[in-house]
């Protein structure tokens, strides 16, 4: 047992005091659901952990006409069975869904599900597999190791790992935005800004400041979102990460032809992955199998698949295809 303060702010403004007078390392602790599990691994070993599960500013959720709005520290069950987004987004709602079992779900954050560590099972794995991530530096186990489910876009010769998330790939392809506070106040980012690639850090994994906390999530009103699905592809049903998965949301004009298409690819790059490209492709044409896979082509043009991980190339452009059906099948009722 390694000892380390534990602290219990009463609001965000005494979370940020902590912060910014903690030591390096350390962590914030919402849900718990991964942080817990790195300590008893020894992966994590914060000297303090400042618990903000209990602060209700954190936690509510906003479904007006211009915005969806969901504090950091609301559920991922609560999120995913909120009527609206069930509704209006069920993008949204469905990558919460199958984003974990349910009693995770009932304990998870939405803002910590965004900040859970980009990782392989070489991370977990112990000092004897070398891991640039745990010990900068030492190498990367997988690499000459088994990679059939490691990164095929955004890797570098330093790290090969997966973005696990669901929940950032779906608010990816809608532009969502995060509102974030330090002490030197607070500032929005786009949520594409938050994560970044290994390069050679791949200790660096997102953008936010040791002393910053995110306070809010929120998602620009779309008519697309009704016309939306996140597509999971995965070795087995309940609780597993993806091998492919893609959100989805096509608009229709009156003569079926696509107005406005968004396309977030999880499960395959060190982030999650907006496919602009393959986005573009689908503007002004008529929503077909063929056409659906072709912008699935174009989604995964750039992959740089593992020595046993080529498969999930064309399992990944089925699941673009697939999903664009499904969405185009949504808008258009």
């Known amino acids: 047992m390694r000892s380390f303060a534990y602290v219990v702010p009463d609001s965000v403004a005494g979370a940020v005091d902590a912060l910014a007078a903690a030591e390096p390392g350390t962590r914030i602790l919402a849900g718990g659901t991964t ?30 006409e211009g915005e ?66 745990r010990n900068p530096g030492s190498g990367c186990a997988a690499l000459d190791g088994l990679d059939r489910t490691h990164a095929l876009l955004g890797t570098s010769d330093t790290c090969i790992a997966t973005y696990p998330g669901d929940w950032a790939v779906a608010l990816i392809a809608f532009d969502a935005e995060l509102d974030v506070v330090g002490p030197a ?35 620009p009103a779309t008519p697309a979102g009704r016309g939306s699905t996140y597509h999971k592809i995965r070795d087995r049903e309940s609780y597993a990460f993806a091998l492919t998965s893609a959100a989805t949301a ?49 989604a995964f043009a750039e992959a740089r698949p593992p020595r046993t991980g080529a498969f999930r190339v064309e399992l990944g452009i089925r699941t673009v295809t697939d999903a664009l059906l499904t969405a185009g099948k949504r808008a258009a009722r």
């Open 35 to 64: 942080l817990y599990d790195l300590m008893k691994l020894g992966i994590e070993a914060p000297p303090a952990v400042i618990d903000i599960h209990r602060l209700a500013e954190l936690t509510e959720i906003s479904t007006g």
């Open 68 to 133: 969806l709005s969901f504090g950091a520290g609301a559920r991922m069950a609560e999120v995913a069975d909120h009527p609206v987004v069930r509704r209006d987004y069920p993008a949204l709602s469905e990558s919460l869904w199958r984003a974990a079992s349910q009693q995770l779900r009932n304990m998870a954050t939405v803002g910590g599900n965004l900040l859970q560590r980009t990782r392989c099972g070489y991370f977990r794995g112990g000092a004897e597999f070398p891991c640039n991530k």
């Open 185 to 219: 106040g607070e500032r929005t980012l786009p949520l594409g800004e938050l994560h970044v690639e290994p390069g050679d850090n791949p200790l660096l994994e997102h953008t936010l400041a040791p002393d910053e906390l995110i306070l809010r999530i929120r998602v």
């Open 250 to 298: 096509v608009t229709l004009d009156a003569q079926g032809l696509v107005t406005d298409c968004r396309i977030g690819l999880g499960g395959v790059a060190t982030r999650p992955w907006r496919a602009t490209a393959a986005e573009r492709s689908l503007i002004g044409e008529r929503l077909t199998r063929e056409t659906a896979r072709r912008a699935g082509e174009v």
